[in-house]
Nanobody, 125 residues
Framework: QLQLVESGGGLVRPGGSLRLSCSVS????????IGWFRQAPGKEREGVSCISSSRGTTNYADSVKGRFAISRDNAKNTVYLQMNSLKPEDTAVYYC??????????????????WGQGTQVTVSS
């Protein structure tokens, strides 16, 4: 059973930073790609970033390029999302999902096998 658990969300002021973690169990992270998505109230789920299983190929939404960085530690079965220079519009519930293979379309929610329960990120002064 593919299980993912997000953590690290919270309340932060504009310009601040947070690091989200996606801890996985029930499968070996080495062979799967992971994506981070977010969903704000009244909006559709939006792809934020994704990372491949092996070479660490990454992709980012234009809205977060240069501010967010995705990384993985396969030994710890964990994927991270470092978020810097946060803006109020980054406020959302952040989810991680797992898919079999990386693709240039990994910022779309299609073909993801399982999702975590989400962690709330609120950017406000």
């Amino acid at each position: 059973q593919l299980q993912l658990v997000e953590s690290g969300g919270g309340l932060v002021r504009p310009g601040g930073s947070l690091r989200l973690s996606c801890s996985v169990s029930g499968f070996t992270l080495d062979y799967y790609a992971i994506g981070w998505f977010r969903q704000a109230p009244g909006k559709e789920r939006e792809g934020v970033s994704c990372i491949s299983s092996s070479r660490g190929t990454t992709n980012y939404a234009d809205s977060v390029k240069g501010r967010f960085a995705i990384s993985r530690d396969n030994a710890k079965n964990t994927v991270y999302l470092q978020m810097n220079s946060l803006k109020p519009e980054d406020t959302a519930v952040y989810y991680c999902g797992v898919r079999v293979s990386y693709a240039s379309t990994c910022l779309l929610p299609n073909n993801y096998l399982s999702w975590g329960q989400g962690t709330q990120v609120t950017v406000s002064s």
